[in-house]
């Protein structure tokens, strides 16, 4: 070797390649492991106070970073690993974990949990099973997050949580690592006294035998990814005690039960007492934009439910409730399952949320509003049968059946459970808390209660909680919400001929509410929607799914562990004289002076009472077979005479036409016999036909709304402008986000343009034509139908009231046009006829403007003046005199005979312009009554649809 190579040979350049040079040599690596450790050893020793001593402590965070750069390197490359071997043999994490335990250092903290992750992570050498590394470990753990420990960073504390998750995986995948990490003591302590019950309750001498266990506890309410490391480090240890009975008593005698409880309620407890349903002023839906819709108050004490404070704590409540689920799915004990089922029942429902729903009222600022809402979000949420089944027994009331459990563990752990539930018990003796009972005072009563209520915010969360039930816990709202009777038999159906009947009386009700869209498209979508919402039902699904084998006829019964759970449902139907449907009844009345948000509740609770495949239609929805009548003499195709010979097949093929012949055949439609759902939506049609003849221009605006929500649905979303005088009439381009307008105007598409005749005219030809129903040109009767007006472009008025007269088209609905089309052409240049039209848009504007801000009322329809159609013929129209709307009076701007705005005072039909006797009567905006009726018309969309649709899927209509 010359100079020069002996030069560079002791120069800096080639100190990287003695790196990679010591890294590769496992003897020189081993050597530097060694100098970096006994630097560190030298550097504690030397340092009297290390958390004083920053220089010593900078020093000892190299030398850890050093030691597990070496480690982790060497763990990735091929055997042998000296340095791996010389930790394990020295036992070098016991001085590592107490250097970090007395630095009081962050930084010194973070690098040893990294260096003992590493070790971890090496899987070589059995660390994990190891006593004396375990000990170190969760003394560290315990001394960095205890109660006089230093404050750690997220980051850190996120290193620490998912260190001890990584443990607990370990656990997972072989359990016979628990025992180096749990080890069970005696639970009378050192003096010989037997503890006390609320020293055993409370689980005071429990966490010396699994300190892991606890410091998971400690951080499962905690956000982000350390709250998510907890919790499921939790749920493997729980897995775990399926293959370990001392771990499983552990479990059952600890307080894990009892903090989860508390745990839950404590989050309870900090939701507002005093909640409003309200929507961000620039996202308010365009359902609610066009509308009365005014937001609610609140002020410190009553919360709006679309403030960040308020979803923030109900997430987290939330969040929780749905880890009790979780638990619930990975515990295999039946034992440890029962304990927190016990305490969940005695913790939080009996000492927090049926108070908190005793005790609401809606004239105290919305406390039924806010426990109404919560409850709501709880039966959302929550999937587990034996939650559900605990929370709906209890405060349904149902009576409690007494069983014996079995159990997987034998009677040692029945014995802790059993202690557990006296200790339980105990407790709250001594605390003095008597439990509530829901037997004087129960859900259903808190429920009917509150839709009789007069704050409309009140019924509306009761209707959203209803429907939670109807939809998700139909089986538990069949015994105690709902007032059902049995159904046996095929002969409760209703016929083939009732059906199509009872199809287009629902088809005419939405035909007379007009419209010129493409019904054809907006049907086939809400029955694509109605089919996957009757499918979906849980009750359904015997009724859906396929018979795959013979010898499985049967379906698993629901896995209730719990006793007390409802059986499956049954075939039953609604009796007429049910409270709740009443009272839906009752609501429905009203249906255009109710908020819109009210009625979008309303049909939707309506929906979910019928779309359960075992609940029948007839009775309460259609007509009982029961009051079936046919007229004889109607009878068109008489049967050929029967043979003589009784017992023939020729007399049984007889039999069986005649049967399907009288099946065929259209029950008598009387008015009377009708269910009381049907007259009410009968009457709100009736109520539309008086809006369009007393309210100007009627049919033209709510073709606009209609395009206003179109316009809504396809714009994208952005901040929402200033709102006018007038802001009903301001098309609001925010998307709705409300489901149920969805339904009501989402798949709505114009598709033609407004020179044509209604659409729904062809729509329901249609419909009517695939249920055997002939068109009006092939009516029965034999009249034709007189030719349309081509300019004819006005929305059809309700349908004939009187029985035999003539099917007509339909007329002009408005007596004076306010379109500008219609005004004769004056002979004026272009740009003056130009600066005409101009100023007639803009009077025409306003004269919108001025009809959407009006008051009205409800018509008063007499018993005379009712409507009395007694048969469902499809779009036969004839123009009636029709009760007129109560309104007040207001000053329309419209255009003159010489261009100019003049002002007309709007009278009511009696000539009075005096409004001061009708102060007292309800009023709502013709903006709003013009939404509802959208919606309205949606609903019967809904309805007829479901009516096809269950005839087909549950087989329920009778052919012969």
């Not at 269910?675 to 009457?683: E, F, G, H, S």
Request: net charge negative; proline share 6%; glycine share 4%.
């Amino acid at each position: 070797m010359d100079f020069w190579s002996r030069l560079l040979a002791h120069t800096p350049l080639s100190s990287a390649s003695s790196r990679k040079d010591y890294a590769k040599d496992p003897t020189r690596r081993l050597h530097r492991f060694e100098k970096e450790y006994s630097q560190l050893l030298q550097t504690w020793r030397n340092s009297s106070n290390l958390a004083n001593d920053e220089e010593a402590a900078e020093h000892i965070e190299i030398r850890l970073q050093e030691l597990t750069s070496i480690l982790s390197d060497e763990s990735r490359r091929p055997l042998p690993h000296p340095c791996i071997s010389f930790a394990a043999s020295k036992q070098i994490y016991i001085p590592v974990a107490k250097i970090a335990t007395s630095s009081f250092s962050e930084w010194i903290i973070k690098e040893a949990v990294l260096f003992f992750a590493t070790l971890i992570e090496s899987e070589e050498e059995a660390f994990v099973e190891n006593d004396n590394f375990s000990a170190s470990l969760t003394t560290l753990l315990v001394r960095i997050t205890g109660a006089n420990s230093i404050r750690l960073g997220a980051d850190t504390e996120a290193r620490v949580v998912e260190l001890a998750f990584n443990i607990t995986t370990k656990i997972r995948l072989e359990p016979q690592i628990l025992s180096a990490w749990f080890k069970s003591q005696q639970s009378i302590p050192q003096g010989g006294t037997p503890l006390g019950n609320h020293e055993r309750f409370t689980g005071r001498t429990q966490k010396q035998d699994f300190p892991l266990f606890y410091l998971l506890i400690d951080y499962i309410h905690h956000e982000g990814k350390v709250g998510d490391f907890a919790r499921t480090g939790l749920l493997y240890i729980i897995e775990a005690a399926s293959n370990s009975v001392a771990l499983e008593q552990w479990i059952v005698e600890s307080d894990l039960s009892t903090l989860m409880a508390t745990g839950l309620g404590a989050l309870y407890s900090q939701l507002s007492r005093k909640l409003v349903i309200d929507h961000p002023a620039k996202d308010l839906p365009p359902i609610l934009a066009f509308s009365d819709y005014q937001h609610p108050k609140s002020n410190y004490e009553i919360i709006r439910s679309c403030s960040y404070e308020f979803q923030s704590h109900l997430d987290t409540f939330l969040s929780h409730l749905l880890f009790w689920q979780d638990v619930l799915n990975h515990c295999r004990s039946v034992e440890v399952k029962s304990t927190l089922l016990e305490h969940f029942q005695v913790i939080f429902l009996q000492q927090l949320l049926y108070p908190s729903l005793l005790e609401s009222s809606d004239i105290d600022g919305g406390s039924s509003v806010a426990v109404l809402t919560y409850l709501r979000r709880i039966l959302e949420s929550v999937d587990h049968p034996d939650m559900i089944n605990l929370i709906l027994h209890y405060l349904l009331a149902l009576p409690d059946i007494v069983a014996s459990v079995p159990s997987d563990a034998g009677d040692v752990v029945s014995a802790a459970r059993k202690r557990k539930s006296l200790d339980l018990a105990t407790m709250m003796a001594t605390m003095g808390e008597a439990a509530a009972d829901p037997l004087l005072f129960n859900l259903v009563d808190l429920i009917l209660a509150c839709l009789r209520s007069q704050s409309q915010q009140t019924i509306y969360v009761t209707l959203q909680l209803v429907s939670v039930i109807l939809k998700r816990h139909h089986r538990y709202a069949v015994i105690t919400l709902l007032y059902t009777e049995s159904v046996l038999g095929t002969s409760t159906f209703r016929t083939i001929g009732a059906h199509q009947q009872e199809v287009e009386y629902i088809m005419c009700l939405a035909g007379t509410l007009g419209g010129q869209d493409n019904f054809d498209e907006i049907y086939e979508n809400i029955r694509k929607d109605t089919l996957v919402r009757l499918e979906n039902h849980p009750c359904s699904i015997k009724l859906v799914t396929p018979k795959t084998s013979t010898n499985n006829r049967e379906l698993p019964a629901i896995p209730d562990s719990l006793p007390g759970a409802p059986r499956d449902v049954r075939s039953h139907a609604l009796h007429p004289a049910d409270p709740l449907l009443n009272i839906i009844v009752d609501r429905l009345q009203t249906f255009f002076l109710n908020p819109v948000d009210t009625n979008l509740a309303l049909t939707e609770v309506i929906f979910d009472l019928a779309v359960c495949g075992f609940m029948h239609l007839e009775g309460w929805f259609l007509r009982s077979p029961q009051n079936y009548v046919y007229d004889e003499e109607l009878d068109e195709a008489p049967l050929p005479e029967p043979p003589l010979d009784l017992e023939s097949p020729e007399y049984e093929e007889y039999k069986q036409e005649q049967s399907m012949h009288r099946c065929r055949k259209r029950p008598r439609w009387t008015q009377s016999n009708l269910p009381r759902l049907l007259k009410t939506l009968q009457t709100l049609c009736d109520e539309v036909a008086a809006f369009r003849e007393t309210v100007p221009r009627f049919d033209d605006l709510l073709q606009q709304r209609r395009e206003a929500f179109q316009i809504a649905d396809t714009t994208v979303p952005t901040p929402a402008p200033t709102r006018n005088k007038h802001p009903i009439i301001s098309q609001s381009p925010v998307k709705p986000s409300t489901p149920a307008l969805d339904r009501a105007v989402a798949e709505e598409r114009r598709n033609t343009s407004r020179e044509r005749p209604s659409g729904f005219e062809g729509f329901a030809q249609r419909i009517l034509s695939e249920l055997g129903t002939p068109s009006r040109s092939g009516s029965p009767r034999g009249r034709k139908e007189p030719t349309r007006n081509s300019s004819d472009r006005s929305t059809p008025t309700p349908f004939s009231r009187d029985r035999d007269a003539p099917y007509e088209t339909p007329r002009g609905g408005a007596a004076r046009s306010y379109s500008p089309g219609s005004m004769g052409n004056v002979a004026t240049p272009w740009d003056a006829r130009n600066d005409a039209v101009a100023n007639q848009a803009k009077a025409f504007q306003a004269i919108d403007q001025s009809i959407l801000a009006r008051q009205v009322g409800l018509p008063n329809l007499g018993a005379a003046e009712a409507s009395t159609l007694v048969a469902p013929i499809p779009l036969s129209f004839d123009k009636q005199p029709v009760p007129q709307v109560t309104e007040r009076e207001s000053t329309l701007t419209v255009p003159g005979d010489d261009g100019q705005s003049e002002s007309v005072a709007v009278q009511s039909e009696d000539g009075k312009t005096d409004a001061s006797g009708l102060a007292e009567e309800k009023t709502v905006s013709v903006s709003h009554v013009l939404t509802n009726v959208i919606v309205l018309q949606s609903f019967l969309f809904e309805l007829a649809s479901l009516v096809q649709v269950r005839a087909g899927l549950f087989d329920e209509v009778r052919f012969v």
